[in-house]
């Protein structure tokens, strides 16, 4: 018996029941929950046949302190003593005691902690409700430190703090491509630059607006200043053709009626006043209305022809569209000039430069012919009345070249109860009002267009594009109003 081998332990009874035995300390032994599906040594040796020993259930076995032991006796005896104190059973009343667990936990180790430098540690975005009016498109979650937007699951990681610095408008240029817009009232007390400019936006509307504005009254001041006295000096040129035709031919007008019995149409050449005091030379019209006397002096209708018996009169503007009345504030008693029209030529004696609340002058004589010159008072465009001057006729010479003092008047059905209301002093043209809807079907599709072509195309293109219309309507309608204002302006 010396030389034989001890006998094996079963695994079933050593490892697969109860694993293999470690040596733990007795302080860290935790319990083993309980296996209700293990199988029992006695199964494990019905279902293997080999009648193995049964062996109890091993205990902790707790680590001994290192002393000094006897060495242990040789030979089989106390290997099967061994063997038998394994395989006895404890008593059914004591409970067993449970296995230990298959590992020991293990120490957590210490978590190394992030140098100051090191930004601060990613979190995923908190999920809060928006506040009322705030809109958060679908797939992105909402901060809220500065309620900014974040894909659902990105890590989000605290900015630094930046000192305060001007705020950039978020426009297109500015935003970077597929970023959402975030709708809704900005955060309180946090700064929110504002959004893109679209055609929608108040700003955009205002600005186009205001710019159109701009356009049209610089339109209207360019036409009553520059313009206006390109076209009266281009209406003077065309209008004294026609006077010395008229003259040359013995077809210009000197009745009220034509030789048809009608009247004489609005805005029809009479003839040349010459006053060499203030180098004035210019072709008068008939008719006093602000739309004649854009073009030169006008006579009013109801008065007899320059040169014939009575008192004639002709209105002149004073600053607009020419403005050639403006220095004749400047003449003084007994400055002549000289009318010339279908009868002849007459010369003049200025005898009274009078504004409202001086007195009239003295009452013509039988027989004799005086001419009134008509034009606004006071500083140019601010009319404060009327200003008027009296000349009194000092000779006349027929075409034949015959002297005479006065010629005979004609016949003269228009009284001043027949004269428009447009034709009286400092009369607008109420006609005109009617004519302001033509150029603003026009300045209206054309501002739409400027709008549009501004956001889609740009700036500098709208205007370039749509500047052109713009003037030709903006003129249009600026010649309109311009008939509105007083017709001695």
Not at 93 to 109: F, G, M, T, V, Y
Not at 359 to 377: D, I, M, Y
Not at 452 to 475: D, E, F, I, K, T
């Amino acid at each position: 018996m010396t030389g034989e081998p001890p006998p094996r332990i079963s695994g079933r009874a050593s490892g697969r029941r109860f694993g293999p035995v470690r040596l733990v300390p007795a302080q860290s032994v935790e319990p083993e929950p309980e296996r209700p599906d293990t199988p029992t040594a006695e199964e494990l040796d019905a279902e293997d046949g080999k009648g193995a020993p049964e062996v109890a259930d091993a205990p902790s076995v707790e680590a001994p302190a290192r002393t000094a032991s006897p060495a242990p006796a040789s030979g089989p005896a106390p290997l099967m003593a061994a063997a038998a104190g394994v395989g006895e059973r404890p008593p059914p009343e004591a409970p067993l005691p449970e296995s230990p667990p298959l590992e020991a936990p293990l120490p957590e180790a210490p978590r190394a902690e992030a140098p100051p430098s090191d930004p601060p540690r990613a979190e995923a975005p908190r999920p809060q409700a928006p506040p009322a009016g705030i809109v958060v498109p679908k797939g992105y979650a909402l901060i809220p430190e500065g309620y900014r937007l974040v894909p659902v699951g990105a890590a989000v990681t605290q900015p630094p703090p930046r000192t305060p610095q001007r705020a950039v408008p978020a426009g297109p240029r500015n935003r970077p491509p597929g970023a959402p817009v975030l709708k809704g009232p900005p955060a309180r007390g946090v700064a929110r630059s504002p959004g893109p400019v679209t055609p929608q936006s108040p700003l955009f509307v205002t600005g186009t607006a205001v710019s159109i504005l701009a356009a049209l009254l610089l339109t209207f001041a360019l036409d009553l200043l520059v313009l206006g006295s390109f076209r009266h000096a281009r209406d003077q040129d065309v209008a004294y053709s026609q006077v010395r035709a008229d003259l040359a031919n013995g077809t210009a007008p000197v009745n009220q009626l034509t030789d048809e019995r009608r009247p004489v149409p609005l805005g029809t050449p009479l003839g040349v006043i010459d006053v060499p005091w203030l180098h004035l030379r210019e072709v008068f019209f008939e008719g006093t209305t602000s739309k004649v006397l854009m073009s030169g002096p006008g006579h009013r209708r109801d008065t007899p022809m320059p040169g014939q018996v009575g008192n004639a009169v002709i209105f002149g503007r004073q600053s607009a569209f020419g403005g050639p009345f403006g220095a004749l504030d400047l003449l003084k008693q007994g400055n002549q000039f000289s009318v010339v029209n279908g009868q002849g030529t007459s010369r003049w004696r200025v005898v009274a430069v009078r504004r409202a609340g001086d007195p009239q002058p003295l009452a013509l004589a039988n027989g004799s012919a005086r001419l009134t010159l008509v034009t606004a008072a006071g500083p140019s465009f601010a009319p404060q009345g009327v200003l008027r001057v009296d000349a009194d006729l000092i000779t006349g010479q027929d075409a034949q070249g015959n002297v005479i003092a006065a010629w005979p008047t004609g016949p003269r059905p228009i009284t001043s109860a027949h004269l428009l209301p447009s034709e009286r002093v400092m009369a607008g043209d109420i006609a005109a009002w009617y004519r302001l809807v033509v150029p603003l079907l026009v300045l209206v599709p054309t501002a739409v267009g400027i709008g549009w072509a501004r956001y889609a195309w740009g700036r500098w293109q709208a205007w370039l594009s749509g500047v052109p219309v713009l003037l030709a309507a903006g003129l249009a309608w600026a010649d309109q109003v311009a008939r509105l204002l007083p017709n001695l302006l």
